[in-house]
Each structure stands twice: as C-alpha cells, then as structure tokens.
C-alpha cells in the first residue's frame, strides 16, 4: 500500500470514529486528529493573531443579544474569515470541509457549512455550564473543538466536562483534558458542558458545523 493510501485510510478510520461515536453517545473524542506539526503551525497563527491584537473578549449569545461577562465566560477569540485564512489554517479547514462531507453521506445531518475562532482562556478563566446552540438561532448542529495545548498534564486542568443525558433522566460528567491534536465534537443542542480553570493558559480552535451558510444565520 502506498504511503498517501496508508494516510487516506487512517483519515477514514476517524471520520468513521467520529460518526459512530456521535450516532452512539452524541459526542466523539478523537486523539492526535491533528498531527504534532499541524498544532505547531496553527500555534504559530494563534499566537500571529494575537501579536496583532485581533482576539477580542468572546460574548454571550447572538448579536442583538451580546452581552459580555468575565464570570459566566472569560475567552478571547478571533473568527476565522474563510477568505483570507494562512496555509496552516487552510488546511485545518480543508480538514473540516472533509469531515462535514463525510458526516452528510453518513449521518444525514444536513450541514451546509461551519465557522470557526481561534481560542485563548487566561489561567483561572472558565465558561461556565451551558449549551452552543442559541434559542434564537438553532443552526449549531456540532460543535468542534481542536486542542492546541503541547505538553499539558492533568495538574495544569482547564478539562472539558460534558454533561451527558442519561436515559434514566440522570447526567453523567465526563472530563477532557484539552491536550493537543486532539478533538472533541458533540451534539450542539444536546449537551451541556463546561470549561475548567486551567493554571495554564489554554489554546484550541473551536468551531460549529451548521445546517444553513454561515452568512444568512442573520435570518
Ligand atoms: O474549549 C472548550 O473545551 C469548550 C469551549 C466551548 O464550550 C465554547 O466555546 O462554546
Ligand atoms: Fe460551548
């Protein structure tokens, strides 16, 4: 088999991880999806961004509803504009095109798009307990996050908690470490979760999948 077959292979193996995780449980952990070399360089755009100053104080809910509050979420994002994106991001996205092509012949999702930030929490920020798809705009169908977090052990935090529904009515937590290459995804109406206070600052490209084109969410 030839290398670029080999390599072909291995992406379909997660893409099918990713699937059948999401179809099972409603979310999928996925390690090394991004390759040592690709978190190096999408570093190297994050900490460009943030040299420029273009990360700003995220807020909460849409834009007519935006209110910002370093209690309830303490991140600073800058949105990836798909048009003037460097090759390293590129290429995240071409990921990601893939992935929501696969997603659509698999699972019937009926995405049609996704935006994407990069994503810088300070040490001792959260976000607390809450759900991606907005009451006014339900078109976050997954929600995608990329850790790009190189040498992260458990004591530095900053997990993931996700707060899976249970059939009894009960929630069970599961805790994701933010380590780099890795991905979580999960159902954006299903699952609340959380992020932990890190002793670190914490670096990750977070992103929705969406069931209409990016520019007409306005709607
Ligand atoms: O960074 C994470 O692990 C989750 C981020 C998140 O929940 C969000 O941006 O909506
Ligand atoms: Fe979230």
């Not at 292979?9 to 690709?38: M, R, T, W």
């Not at 990750?204 to 999948?209: D, H, K, P, Q, V």
Request: glycine fraction near 6%; charge should be negative; hydrophobic fraction near 35%.
């Amino acid at each position: 088999m030839t290398i670029h077959k080999q390599e072909e292979e291995k992406l379909l193996e997660k893409f099918e991880h990713i699937a059948d995780q999401l179809s099972d449980n409603g979310y999928a952990i996925v390690d090394n999806f991004l390759d040592p070399n690709e978190v190096h360089s999408l570093l190297g755009v994050l900490t460009h961004h943030k040299e420029l100053g273009t990360f700003k104080k995220a807020g909460i809910g849409t834009s007519n509803q935006f209110t910002v509050d370093k209690q309830v979420r303490g991140d600073y994002i800058r949105w990836i504009e798909p048009t003037e994106t460097l090759p390293p991001t590129q290429a995240f996205l071409d990921h990601m095109d893939e992935i929501m092509l696969y997603l659509n012949r698999t699972c019937f999702l009926g995405l049609k798009d996704y935006e994407f930030h990069f994503t810088l929490y300070p040490p001792g920020t959260v976000y607390q307990r809450h759900v991606d798809q907005f009451k006014e705009n339900d078109h976050r169908r997954l929600s995608f996050i990329c850790y790009l977090n190189e040498n992260w052990l458990p004591a530095h935090g900053g997990e993931l908690r996700l707060y899976l529904p249970q059939p009894d009515g009960s929630e069970k937590q599961v805790d994701i470490l933010p380590i780099a290459g890795r991905l979580a995804c999960f159902r954006a109406d299903l699952i609340p979760h959380e992020v932990l206070a890190a002793t670190r600052p914490r670096y990750s490209l977070t992103g929705w999948m969406l069931d209409q084109l990016n520019d007409l969410t306005f709607l």
